[in-house]
Every structure is written in structure tokens, then in C-alpha cells.
């Protein structure tokens, strides 16, 4: 156990809806990071938050979105659902924005769109 | 740009013999370097990383890697594989490209299997 927790694990819906996932990181770990992990694309970086700051953005849609709040879980928020955005999303945390932190990842959301 | 490279989709090897996983990077400076293994319907768990220092990296499960500078590679290695270590294994170098971040960029992966 990582310490990383995701809710839901799994999320199936249909397209053109709007999903939430969201993402406690470790306690005391100021930076999160969204993950994408699919068949065709591999594991893909998404976004990164650090203190409630945005930091650095990835291969993210427009109608992706992230927030980390002041009690620093995050949340993404996708929209405007495709079949092709079926995946594993993962969030993962470390201590801080330092090169040499390793990221703990949480169990992932597995999202189907149908 | 950052990359890195795994070669091999999959790795099949017999219980007990030395097991090697393959892993090159391409970097513009200090390569920061990490190993990651995935189980069945898991999240990925943090097996070892290079920073500086000692060419030979220990790690969780009695992993290690060897740093090559010059062949720019990171090899996982193992000198006993077990059943219990197949699984999913991706190698990630730091991006620090960009100002102010430290994302991962991962390799495609490489399905190791463990016969009996």
C-alpha cells in the first residue's frame, strides 16, 4: 500500500458525460501528479500539481481538468466523454518538487466509456 | 528531448535463473532514472532510482540496476527470478526539461514472465 488513495476504482459511463476522479496523496507529500495509462498511448503524463499550484502540463485534452485543494487531495475532472478516453487514470504523490523524490502511486481509476 | 527505451515487450525466463530487463535512456544532462514494477489490476510500485553516485542501485525485492553511462542504459537485474516476479515493469527517466517540474517519462514497458 502506497499510501496513495483513488476513489472510485472503476467508473463506467457513457459519452459526452462529465466524470470526477479523485486523489489523496501521501500524508505530508506536497506534489500530485495525473497519469493516463492506456493500451495504445502507454503510461502518459497528464499534470502536475505542487502546494496547490499548478506546475507543469502534459499531454492533457482541453476537456481535462485538475484542481489540488488546500487540503491537498485533487481532483480531475473530464468532459465531453469519448470511447477513445477509456483508461486507467493514476495519481501519484511525492514529498515535494525535487528531481530526486520518487512518486507513489495510488491503485488507479479504471474509466470505461461506453 | 527525455526519453527512454525498453526494447523487449516481454521477457520470459525460468525460476531461479538471472533475470535482465532492458532499459536505455536519452537525456540532455544528468539522467535521473527510476524503476517501476505493475502487478495485475495495481497501481505501479517504486522499485529503485540512479541519482548519482554508485553505478549499482539496490532495490525493493531484491532488484537491482546498473547505471552505463556510456551506453546510456539502466538495466534491471535480479540474480534469482521468482514466480512471484512476473509482472509489468517500466522504466521512467525525470523530465527537467521544463522549469519548476519533475514529471516522469516512461517507457513502453516490458512484460517479464517467470516460468516454474
Known amino acids: 500500500d502506497s499510501g496513495v488513495t483513488q476513489t472510485p476504482k472503476h467508473l463506467i459511463t457513457a459519452t459526452g458525460q462529465r466524470v470526477t476522479l479523485r486523489c489523496s496523496p501521501r500524508s505530508g507529500d506536497l506534489s500530485v501528479y495525473w497519469y493516463q495509462q492506456s493500451l495504445d498511448q502507454g503510461l502518459q503524463f497528464l499534470i502536475q500539481y505542487y502546494n496547490g499550484e499548478e506546475r507543469a502540463k502534459g499531454n492533457i485534452l482541453e476537456r481535462f481538468s485538475a484542481q489540488q485543494f488546500p487540503d491537498l487531495h485533487s481532483e480531475l475532472n473530464l468532459s465531453s466523454l469519448e470511447l477513445g478516453d477509456s483508461a486507467l487514470y493514476f495519481c501519484a504523490s511525492s514529498v515535494a518538487n525535487r528531481f530526486m523524490d520518487e512518486q507513489f502511486f495510488g491503485p488507479g481509476t479504471r474509466l470505461t466509456v461506453l | 528531448a527525455q526519453s527512454v527505451a525498453q526494447p523487449e515487450d516481454q521477457v520470459n525466463v525460468a525460476e531461479g535463473n538471472p533475470l535482465t530487463v532492458k532499459c536505455t535512456y536519452s537525456?540532455?544532462?544528468?539522467?535521473?532514472l527510476f524503476w517501476y514494477v505493475q502487478y495485475p489490476n495495481r497501481g505501479l510500485q517504486f522499485l529503485l532510482k540512479y541519482i548519482t553516485g554508485d553505478n549499482l542501485v539496490k532495490g525493493s525485492y531484491g532488484f537491482e540496476a546498473e547505471f552505463n553511462k556510456s551506453q546510456t542504459s539502466f538495466h534491471l537485474k535480479k540474480p534469482s527470478a521468482l514466480v512471484s516476479d512476473s509482472a509489468l515493469y517500466f522504466c521512467a527517466v525525470r523530465d527537467i526539461s521544463q522549469h519548476n517540474t519533475d514529471k516522469l517519462i516512461f517507457g513502453t514497458g516490458t512484460r517479464l514472465q517467470v516460468f516454474p
Open positions: 537525456v540532455s544532462g544528468n539522467p535521473y
